[in-house]
């Protein structure tokens, strides 16, 4: 599947939305700072792998789609389902994620911090892709398995020879 | 007042940077992968590292592994809710937040009792 990047579709965000994501991904990275604050960085350091964008983009996307297929009557509604492709590229991204506090955790006491972000970061993009193709290409194998054995040739006097096995 | 004002305000402006470049890609499957980005962190650890140092930014670097791996039962969750039962995202991804605080906890107090 061919990876594309459309810039003419920032045009459909508006600028509420855009507020709305600068005001949520605030509010979670000043919490973080403040739960640890309050109960050590052992607990604050959950919150560095908070979901922050994800509600509010997966909605954004959501409205983006119906909006889109009411624009083009006759189109089905897949906008749940667009949401849900979205949410299963994060579980991959999440991979990446952990892989990135992994870097963070063995070499920030060792190397300077722009470099540990700088590496950690390119560590969680590579990690992220590899798992978003990874699974591309089990779910593409999977599909033709499914494919192959409920579309099987039927051989000739197989249905028979079943029909007597299952009586 | 003033770091959590900062934090606010670096933790926005990244986080809306990775939400913009999203916007931009596809397949959406792929840009989803934005939606696990490390904002937050990239947005806090150096004002961590400045505040208290790089030994306490590394302990929380090490929570935040268990906090990825809550991100992801939280999304394969959100993603199976949206996709087989047909669900909003408003509902579900905001109501499994707390799924995500949930195995974000769960896995930290099981990981204690483990290596203590």
Same mark, same amino acid.
């Given at each position: ?17 855009? &507020? ?19 109960? #050590?960085?052992?607990?604050? #350091? &959950?919150?560095?792998?908070? *979901?922050?964008?994800? *509600? ?8 983006? +789609? +119906?909006?889109?297929? %009411?624009?083009?009557? #006759? ?5 749940? +389902? ?13 991979? #990446? &994620? ?44 999977? %599909? ?8 099987? *040739? ?12 299952? *009586? | ?22 916007? @931009?890609?596809?397949? /959406?499957?792929?840009? =989803?992968?934005? =939606?696990?980005?490390? !904002?937050?962190?990239?947005? @806090? ?9 790089? $030994? ?6 090490? !929570? ?17 809710? $949206?996709?087989? /039962? /047909? ?27 483990? @290596?203590?």
């Amino acid at each position: 599947m061919k990876i594309d990047a459309n810039i003419a579709a920032l045009k459909r965000t508006k600028w509420q939305e855009y &507020l709305v994501r600068f005001i949520f991904g605030g509010a979670v990275t000043a919490l973080a700072g403040i739960i640890a604050k309050q109960y #050590g960085p052992e607990i604050g #350091g &959950l919150f560095l792998a908070t *979901p922050a964008i994800f *509600p509010a983009a997966a909605t954004l996307l959501e409205k983006h +789609e +119906e909006k889109n297929a %009411r624009r083009q009557s #006759g189109r089905e509604v897949r906008a749940h +389902e667009l949401a849900g492709v979205d949410a299963a590229g994060a579980a991959m991204g999440s991979i #990446g &994620l952990a892989a990135f506090a992994v870097v963070v955790w063995q070499m920030l006491p060792r190397y300077p911090v722009a470099l540990v972000l700088s590496a950690a970061t390119l560590v969680w993009f590579a990690v992220a892709v590899m798992m978003w193709l990874a699974r591309k290409i089990v779910w593409r194998s999977l %599909r033709a398995k499914i494919r192959k054995r409920w579309h099987r *040739p039927v051989v000739a006097g197989e249905f028979s020879r079943r029909k007597r096995s299952h *009586p | 007042m003033i770091e959590i004002l900062l934090r606010v305000v670096i933790g926005g402006i990244v986080v809306s940077a990775f939400a913009t470049i999203a916007d @931009t890609l596809k397949p /959406k499957s792929f840009a =989803g992968l934005l =939606g696990a980005a490390p !904002s937050v962190a990239l947005a @806090t650890v150096v004002l961590t590292v400045k505040e208290h140092g790089a $030994m306490y930014a590394s302990i929380e670097a090490r !929570s935040m592994i268990l906090g990825a791996v809550a991100f992801f039962i939280y999304a394969s969750v959100a993603s199976r809710l $949206m996709m087989r /039962k /047909k669900w909003p995202a408003l509902p579900v991804s905001s109501l499994a937040l707390l799924l995500w605080l949930g195995a974000a906890l769960g896995l930290w107090f099981g990981f204690h009792k483990l @290596t203590s």
